[in-house]
C-alpha cells in the first residue's frame, strides 16, 4: 500500500466495529478475566491484548498498529508526550556507567530534562555531537557507547544530518540508533529504512494536528521492542484514550495538511529570502541551504516549520514586529493548522559547535491560513520592526 493509502486504511477494522468506520474510544482501567487460566494466560504476554488498561486498549493499539505500518516498524508504543518517549527511548538502553552520543542541535528539553537531568541523575556520560559529523561518528564512539541519539533536521536551526552514514557507524560498535523524526513525520522521511533502530514522533505536534492533544509514539525494529514496551511500561506510560483517537483522527488527513503546510512554508521562506530585515532563512527545502543535498536524497517532503535570522535589531524592535501580529501567534509547540513564530535562542541550548549567528533568531510555523494574509502580517510586522529600531 502506498502511505496515502495507509492513512486512511491504517489500523482500522469496521467490520469488527458494527461496520462504524472509527475505532471506538475505549476507557479502561480494569479488566476482568471469565476464569482464573485466562487471567493466568494473559500475564505470560501482557503486551500482547487487552489485560489492564495501563498496558493500552483496542484504541492505543490501533493509533500504535497505524504508525507502526507508517514508519515500517515492527510495533509501535504510545506514551502521554513526545518527551516521555525520548525519556523512555534514552533510559531503555543507557544505565549507569553507560555512553550515549546526542546531536547538539536537539529539541530543548532533550537537552535539559531527560539529558543532563534524568541521564546524569542515573550515571550516564551523554557527549553532545557536531550534527554535521556524519560518519566521523566512529571517532567519538567508545567501548561503553549504548545509544547514538539523531533529530534531522535539529530543533530551532533545522541542520541536516547524515542518517544512514550516522546510523551504519553507531551499529557498527554495537550502540542503538535512536531519531527524533517529528518534522518530517513518517510520511516525509522514514528513519528504520535509513538504518535507524527506534523512531520517535511527537505526535502532538503534525499527527494530532490540531493542537489538543499530547502524546508520543515510539516506533521499533522487533529486535528492540520488547526493550522499549518495557521500559515505557515500568515508568506507568500510559497514553489516553481520548488523545489515542484524536491522533487516529488526525493520521486520517496527514497528509493533505502536511502538502499545504510544506507549501505554504516554502512560499513564506522564499519571501523572507528577499526581505531586507532578515540575514539567513534555514529551511532545508531551499536549493541554498547547506543541508539541501542530504534532504533531497532523503526525504520526500519539507513541513510547515523553519527559522529565520534577522540582521542585528534590538530586542525591543523585535518585541514591536512581534506583538502587533494578527495571524502569527506566540506560543510553544507546533503542528496544528495556525500560523506561529517564537523568538528563540539557539545559543543557549549548543555547546559542541557554539551558535555564532549575531542577530536575533526567529521560528516560524507556516499554518493552513491563506498565504497572502501571512505574508501581509509578516509585512506589517517588518514595518513596526523598522520603525522601532
Ligand atoms: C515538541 C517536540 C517534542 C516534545 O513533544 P511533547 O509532546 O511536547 O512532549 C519532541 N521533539 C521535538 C522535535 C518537538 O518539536
Known amino acids: 500500500m502506498k502511505k496515502d493509502t495507509l492513512l486512511a486504511h491504517a489500523g482500522r477494522d469496521p467490520e469488527a466495529n458494527y461496520g462504524i468506520i472509527n475505532p471506538p474510544v475505549y476507557h479502561a482501567s480494569t479488566v476482568v478475566f471469565p476464569t482464573l487460566a485466562a487471567l493466568e494466560e494473559s500475564e505470560k504476554d501482557p503486551f ?8 493500552g486498549t483496542p484504541t492505543t493499539f490501533a493509533l500504535e498498529e497505524a504508525v507502526a505500518a507508517l514508519e515500517g516498524g515492527y510495533r509501535a508504543v504510545a506514551v502521554p508526550s513526545g518527551l516521555a518517549a525520548i525519556a523512555a527511548s534514552l533510559i531503555a538502553f543507557a544505565g549507569a556507567g553507560d555512553h ?10 532533550t537537552r535539559q530534562r531527560v539529558c543532563d537531568l534524568i541521564l546524569a541523575r542515573m550515571g550516564v556520560e551523554v557527549t553532545y555531537y557536531d550534527p554535521l559529523v556524519g560518519a566521523d561518528i566512529a571517532r567519538l564512539m567508545r567501548d561503553n557507547t549504548r545509544v547514538v541519539f539523531l533529530e534531522s533536521p535539529g530543533s530551532l536551526t533545522f541542520e541536516l544530518q547524515d542518517v544512514p552514514a550516522i546510523a551504519a557507524a553507531a551499529k557498527a560498535r554495537g550502540a542503538v540508533v535512536v531519531m527524533d523524526n517529528t518534522w518530517a513525520t513518517p510520511l516525509y522521511f522514514k528513519p528504520l529504512a535509513h538504518g535507524v533502530d527506534i523512531s520517535i514522533q511527537a505526535a502532538t505536534k503534525y499527527i494530532v494536528g490540531h493542537a489538543d492533544a499530547m502524546l508520543g509514539v515510539i516506533t521499533t525494529t522487533e529486535e528492540h521492542f520488547q526493550t522499549v514496551k518495557r521500559m515505557a511500561h515500568a515508568l506507568g506510560h500510559a497514553a489516553a484514550p481520548d488523545d489515542c483517537y484524536l491522533a487516529l483522527r488526525g493520521l486520517r488527513t496527514l497528509a493533505v495538511r502536511l502538502a499545504r503546510h510544506q507549501e505554504t512554508g516554502l512560499a ?8 531586507p530585515e532578515v540575514a539567513r532563512v534555514l529551511h532545508p527545502a531551499l536549493p541554498d541551504d547547506p ?5 533531497k536524497r532523503d526525504f520526500t517532503g519539507a ?4 527559522s529565520i535570522v534577522l540582521k ?10 512581534l506583538d502587533g501580529l494578527e495571524l502569527f501567534a506566540m506560543g510553544f509547540s507546533w503542528g496544528g493548522y495556525e500560523s506561529l513564530i517564537l523568538l528563540v535562542y539557539p545559543e543557549a541550548v549548543r555547546s559542541a559547535v557554539p551558535w555564532t549567528a549575531s542577530g536575533p533568531t526567529l521560528r516560524l510555523h507556516a499554518g493552513l491560513e491563506d498565504v497572502q494574509d501571512l505574508t501581509a502580517d509578516l509585512e506589517r510586522g517588518f514595518e513596526r520592526l523598522a520603525a522601532a529600531a
Open 48 to 55: 500482547t491484548g487487552v489485560t489492564y488498561g495501563r498496558f
Open 100 to 109: 550515549v552520543l546526542v546531536a547538539d542541535n536537539v529539541y530543548g528539553p
Open 268 to 275: 513564506l521562506a522564499r519571501w523572507l529570502e528577499g526581505r
Open 291 to 295: 543541508g539541501h543535498s542530504l534532504w
Open 303 to 306: 513541513c510547515g516549520l523553519f
Open 312 to 321: 542585528d535589531f534590538p530586542k525591543s524592535a523585535v518585541a514591536a514586529m
